[in-house]
Each structure stands twice: as C-alpha cells, then as structure tokens.
C-alpha cells in the first residue's frame, strides 16, 4: 500500500452486544411489528432468545427507555411496555438539540424564521376555523398577561410559542409542528430575557401582541406571502442585535423574499 494511502482506513469500534439487542427491538417497534402498549417478553425470555447474558439485556432495554420507546419495570413479570414513537420522543430530541452548544443563537433564530415563514405560509392556505380559534385563545391570553407586567413574562413567553405552535400545526405538515414545538420551547427562555431587557416591558408585551394580531389577520385572510414575511420581519427585528455578529449577515440573507 503506498504511503498516501495510509488515511484510507480508521480503527473500527467494535459494536457492544447491548446495542445489538437494543437495535433489533428497536426495528421491531418502528417497524410495527411491536405496537404501542404491546410488551415484549420477559426478562429471562429475552436473555434466551438473544443468547446473550442478563445485564446485556437490561442495557439494553435501559438504552431503549431512555430513548423513549418503551416503559420498562425491573422484576416486571409482563415485561416492558412498548410506547412506541410519539410526537414528544421526536420533540425532546429535537429540543436537547436546539438548546445544545451544536447550535448557536444565531443559528437557532435563523431556523426560526425560516421554520416560521413557511408556517404561516401554509397555515395561511390549509387553516381551519379550529385552527384560528387556537390562535385567538392564545392571543386573548397574552393580552391578559401583558397586564401583570414582569410578573408574568415566563407564561407570556409560552403563550407566544403556543401560538406559533398553533400555526407550524395548522401547516398541516406534522415535522413542521414537532419542530416548531422543539425550537419554540428552546426559544422562550431568549424571549423572557429579551422582555426582560426592555425599559418598559408593557409596550414591549402590547407590541408583540399587535403582530401576532397582524399575522392571524393575514393567515385568516389567506395572504400567504404577507404571513410569512411578517414572521420573518419580527424575528428579525426581535433578536438581530443579540445573535453573533457574524451571524447577522445569516438573518439578513432570511430576510430575503422567495
């Protein structure tokens, strides 16, 4: 083998038996094979069928319940539940991500408005009443909110993101949702920082609600191009001079009508 050569290949990591086990339940269960509230077998059952010895396959099956797949009792006699996937597996991934140092802050509002303005762009053409009626509940919400002052920025904060969650929802595009979901809970802490920043939190609680306004209005008229500009605008307008300075030119480049 010639020299240059010599970067063609790694070291292997050999693959732990555990992980083996944990894999094959896994497939079974996105495979439907094992539905939710199905259990799989025992314990000794499992070291059987595995070949494998007890503490492989109660790693296993803790690798497995950590990830949310199933609900598994030591000495359980009917052995773990399945719980298959749900909306908040996929949610609380996506949120120890968001809040980890993999994205930074300026990244992070980037994803936001691009999330955001393709929301509302759909939203603004698939809603249904229940979907405006949502929307309005959390806008009546914050409304009353905002008159409690600082006292109440953390539930503000989760009735805005209640919000843009009601419209991701209303894409009907269920990754949208369980994005927005993920990003939006990642964000509210920014948000109370920021109103928490602010001279006079009231106006700036008064302000925030008048978009949300403007953007149900859009979305309720049908206005698809104006709901997702006006998602990326206030964005943008919220949390530019917080983000990196070089991440500035990213938001920007956002801004940009497609």
């Not at 605008?233 to 480049?253: C, K, N, Q």
Request: proline share 4%.
């Amino acid at each position: 083998m010639a020299a240059d050569d010599a970067d063609l290949f790694r070291p292997v990591t050999p693959v732990r038996a555990y992980q083996r086990v944990a894999e094959q339940i896994e497939e079974r269960i996105l495979s439907g094979d094992l539905p939710p509230g199905s259990r799989l077998p025992a314990e000794r059952e499992l070291v059987n069928r595995f070949g494998v010895g007890r503490s492989t396959v109660r790693e296993a099956l803790r690798v497995l319940q950590s990830a949310g797949l199933i609900r598994s009792r030591p000495g359980d006699p009917l052995g773990a539940e399945v719980l298959g996937v749900s909306p908040d597996n996929l949610s609380q991934a996506l949120g120890r991500l968001t809040r980890s140092s993999v994205a930074t802050l300026g990244e992070l509002v980037q994803f936001r408005m691009v999330l955001d303005a393709e929301s509302n762009r759909l939203a603004a053409r698939l809603h249904g009443e229940d979907d405006l009626a949502r929307m309005r509940e959390q806008i009546t919400r914050m409304e009353s909110l905002s008159l409690g002052g600082p006292a109440s920025l953390h539930a503000f904060s989760e009735a805005d993101a209640l919000f843009h969650r009601a419209i991701a929802e209303a894409s009907g595009n269920s990754l949208l949702g369980l994005c927005a979901r993920a990003v939006h809970e990642a964000v509210v802490e920014v948000i109370e920082k920021k109103i928490a920043g602010v001279a006079d939190t009231t106006a700036w609680m008064e302000r925030s609600i008048a978009h949300h306004r403007e953007v149900l209005t859009a979305i309720a008229a049908g206005n698809a191009p104006l709901a997702a500009r006006l998602g990326r605008t206030a964005l943008h307008e919220y949390y530019a001079e917080h983000v990196e300075p070089g991440a500035r030119d990213l938001l920007a480049a956002s801004m940009e009508d497609h």
